[in-house]
Nanobody, 115 residues
């Protein structure tokens, strides 16, 4: 199992980024996928989850209405569209899957929101 994130970068407040997580070793359509972030000096926190059941995605209160999680099963890729970015969104963003009783994480992609 491998998760590879990309799409991070430096963006001004109010800007947008789209993060991608390319998965290999399993089929994402059969699993719940999540994005987490870890801000400097803080613990890793759940940002958004897309469920294998098709249930409504989960979003942390801090990102509701601004972020959208989605998946492209043909590309085995999960996305996080981030709009109206704020300085407090600055963090390392990680893709996650719980697969066969194990947690798997990508290496992360850095998002910095600053003027």
């Amino acid at each position: 199992v491998q998760l590879v994130e990309s799409g991070g970068g430096l963006v001004q407040p109010g800007g947008s980024l789209r993060l991608s997580c390319v998965a290999s070793g399993f089929t994402i359509s059969s699993y719940t996928m999540s994005w987490y972030h870890r801000a400097p000096g803080k613990e890793r926190r759940l940002v958004a989850t897309i469920f294998d059941s098709g249930a409504r995605p989960y979003y942390a209160d801090s990102v509701k209405g601004r972020f959208t999680i989605s998946r492209d099963n043909a590309k085995n890729t999960v996305y996080l569209q981030m709009n109206s970015l704020k300085p407090e969104d600055t963090a390392m963003y990680y893709c996650h899957v719980f697969y066969r009783l194990n947690n798997y994480w990508g290496q992360g992609t850095q998002v910095t929101v600053s003027t």
